[in-house]
């Protein structure tokens, strides 16, 4: 029997850091989980994963005191740079379940030390995809399902022989209502279709993470924007398709459960069996397609504009958005507000005059700008 990989989990109260360890329970003989990291928000169930899991080492920004009361022996890394410690640590594979730009440092971090990284935080791309590329893209698994789906339909040809690769969206809660001026917060984290985090929903309400997904695919798989497309399919079950340019089409298609792309991602792309339900092809199953209203969804052409102009933009786009999003959440801004903030931001900063990103200090201090820019605009619209 070969050894369980050591698994690093980032971000491990989140959705994607609880379905990993689900994972794990399910499969005790293949992994063995060496360090936990988290943010300050769910310390009880950070412990009671490091103590159910028998984990040596644990990474938190919050009372490291509690949890020290709590995990005994454990050792407990605290701080703003907690996650990217335990990123560093050496292990067979580091699942970066963080949510937001804060994911980029431990992908770096993880990188630099040699580790191989699920990447479930598409924001370490689209803020700071030249420095993480800067280490090769064989040693990045991507977990977010279109990127798992294109990576598993690049295994069929070569990349010289691709057409395009065509990204798929559900829609979000809106895809068929055609005035969104009244959409309230309920409305916005009514997903259809998947369960995730408020602000990953609210991205899908708007498509920004449609268009973060696109800069993500550019620079997961060298593709041109050129290349890239997206189309809405509102089932959720082809999460990613790719053309070749003999006009053969090969799509991955499973029920829309982020399982099978983690299980896919932390195995070291190795398969593991029953990871998640597959489709029941014994009914009947009806798929639609329908290509993206840019009129009513422009953070897809916003994305690709920022994506193409390259530089500092990505990350600026990101940090409003981020702010827009939180500023929604709260009730300071309607929702057709949040991609007009990250418009504007995007166009007060950047305009068309790329910024060179050449360190993470680089991407901080062009996020700290973005935020404080995307702040004053919510101000001054709220």
Request: aromatic share 4%.
């Amino acid at each position: 029997m070969s050894s369980p990989i050591d698994l690093v989990i980032l971000g491990s109260t989140g959705s994607i850091g609880v379905q990993a360890l689900e994972i794990v329970e399910a499969n005790p003989d293949k992994f063995r989980v060496i360090g936990l990291a988290a943010g300050s928000k769910n310390l009880e169930l950070l412990a009671e994963q490091a103590k159910k899991f028998s984990v040596p080492v644990v990474g938190t920004t919050g009372d490291r005191a509690k949890l020290i009361s709590q995990l005994g022996k454990t050792q407990v890394i605290d701080g703003s740079d907690a996650a990217s410690q335990i990123a560093a640590m050496a292990c067979d594979v580091v699942l970066n379940g963080i949510s937001g730009s804060i994911g980029l440092a431990p992908t770096l971090a993880a990188l630099a030390v040699g580790n191989k990284v699920a990447l479930a935080n598409k924001e370490s791309l689209v803020a700071g995809g030249d420095l993480v590329m800067a280490y090769g893209r064989d040693r990045i698994i991507p977990v977010d399902s279109e990127h798992s789906a294109l990576y598993q339909c690049f295994l069929s040809g070569k990349t010289s022989e691709v057409k395009q690769v065509i990204l798929t969206a559900s829609g979000g809660p809106f895809r068929d209502r055609v005035d969104l001026s009244d959409v309230t917060v309920t409305d916005a984290l009514s997903h259809p279709t998947w369960s995730m985090g408020p602000v990953v929903t609210i991205n899908s309400a708007t498509l920004m993470n449609k268009g973060l997904e696109i800069i993500e695919a550019h620079y997961l798989f060298d593709i041109p924007y050129s290349k890239i497309s997206a189309v809405i399919h509102p089932q959720s079950v082809v999460h990613s398709m790719v053309e070749f340019v003999d006009g053969s089409t090969i799509a991955q298609a499973s029920p829309p459960n982020m399982k099978g792309p983690i299980a896919y991602a932390i195995a070291g792309t190795n398969r593991i069996p029953k990871a998640t339900l597959p489709i029941d092809w014994s009914k009947t199953h009806s798929w639609d397609f329908a290509p993206i209203d840019s009129a009513k969804f422009p953070a897809v052409d916003l994305a690709r504009r920022c994506g193409e102009l390259g530089g500092g933009l990505p990350a600026i786009f990101n940090a409003a958005n981020e702010v827009a999003v939180e500023a929604f959440l709260n009730g300071l801004i309607s929702f057709t507000q949040i991609v007009d903030i990250v418009d504007a931001s995007v166009q007060k900063l950047g305009g068309n005059s790329p910024i060179t990103i050449t360190s993470l200090a680089d991407v901080s201090a062009i996020e700290k700008d973005a935020r404080s820019i995307a702040t004053q605009l919510v101000q001054e619209r709220k």
